[in-house]
């Protein structure tokens, strides 16, 4: 980003009017001399004009000066980079006062210095340098609401938003999110949110917690029909909750039309991706006949993707389905075992189960599932 600024500057700069037409005509064969790589030309050309007090050139000499470009790399030439860039900001050139802003903000070069740093930014922010306004939202947001200009530094950061930077839509977003020296306003993070989210730039994870927020009512009023909207652009974006939870509302007709087949498809891209309560959902669906030819296989292999993640409702249902004894995948052990495993993990219906079917199963096959239940467990669901 510095570098395209950078490069930015020398072409904005060779449009610029300057006092004379003399410094025009220096300036202009100086970046010629610079864009050809005759270094020694344009510092022949350049540095008079900036020794004069021309702020374009005096950035000019700042960025040969820190690239090492036709300079002396020697211990003084960071420091004369330095010279020509505070020169050039305090004859008013913005991308200067930016950089000048950035490097007492970060300690690059120069001594580590809040103050400074908020200082020069706010004078490129109010010369309407989008990067700065970004800028002295960080130190906002940094100083939790409470840096040395708060008011400033937020009014500078909505002007970046609102111009389209994208990062700092998301930070003024979670400003209002989280509450960062403001009330907490999650109507307005979801507008800021939701630009970024639509050309791709916000995060899956937090597409889906917005959708989360909205469906069950967190810190905002239930709106089904906004939670739709986020589960489904964080379903586009490859987030597997987020695809259980739209066809789970394809399902109910929250927020959107009810239309089982779509269901069924948000739930297999969800089940596809590991999604245990998809999976348990698909098994339940192939177990019952629902939307689907009823097949117990596919129930079974479905209820069992989830059971092995730990998913209690899975575990005794992938029970009940091993038990039933007009099916070839009757196994009462393996039935007992997942039954025994879902009681542990909180299905009281497991140890009603367990009692019924050691009035049907020998002492052995009890001892057996309960000896593959604790192996089971002990080896967190990948020896069952």
Not at 224 to 245: G, L, T, V
């Amino acid at each position: 980003m510095n570098a395209f600024r950078f490069l930015a500057s020398f072409a904005i700069s060779a449009c610029f009017l300057f006092g004379t037409a003399v410094y025009a005509q220096h300036y202009k064969k100086g970046l010629e001399a610079y864009q050809r790589g005759d270094f020694s030309m344009a510092l022949l050309k350049w540095r008079p004009i900036a020794e004069a007090g021309n702020a374009d050139a005096q950035y000019a000499l700042f960025q040969m000066y820190i690239r090492v470009e036709g300079v002396p790399n020697d211990g003084n030439t960071a420091m004369t980079a330095m010279h020509w860039l505070k020169s050039a900001a305090e004859n008013g050139h913005v991308f200067a006062q930016f950089q000048l802003g950035y490097r007492y903000h970060y300690g690059m070069t120069l001594e580590k210095d809040l103050k400074e740093a908020t200082k020069w930014y706010l004078l490129a922010a109010d010369n309407g340098d989008v990067e700065a306004q970004y800028s002295l939202g960080i130190m906002y947001v940094d100083g939790g609401g409470n840096n040395s200009h708060p008011a400033k530094s937020l009014e500078a950061l909505r002007s970046a938003a609102e111009s389209g930077h994208s990062a700092a839509q998301a930070l003024l977003a979670s400003v209002y999110e989280k509450g960062i020296g403001v009330p907490v306003d999650i109507s307005e993070a979801d507008e800021w949110y939701w630009l970024v989210a639509e050309r791709g730039e916000l995060d899956a994870g937090t597409m889906y917690e917005f959708g989360r927020r909205y469906y069950f009512g967190d810190g905002v009023a239930v709106d089904y029909n906004k939670a739709f909207r986020w589960f489904q652009i964080a379903s586009q974006n490859e987030n597997p909750d987020a695809m259980f939870n739209v066809g789970a509302m394809h399902s109910k007709g929250q927020g959107t039309e009810e239309n089982d087949q779509l269901a069924l498809h948000f739930f297999r891209l969800a089940a596809a991706r590991g999604h245990a309560r998809a999976q348990n959902t698909l098994g339940f669906r192939y177990n019952n006949g629902d939307g689907v030819e009823k097949d117990m296989t596919e129930a079974a292999r479905w209820y069992e993707l989830a059971a092995v993640q730990g998913l209690a409702a899975s575990q005794f249902n992938l029970g009940l389905v091993l038990s039933k004894d007009n099916t070839l995948l009757n196994d009462v052990v393996a039935a007992y075992m997942w039954f025994s495993v879902a009681h542990e993990n909180g299905i009281d219906r497991g140890a009603e189960r367990m009692d019924f079917w050691e009035e049907h199963m020998s002492v052995d096959q009890i001892a057996e599932a309960k000896r593959m239940a604790a192996r089971c467990v002990a080896s967190n669901y990948t020896d069952c």
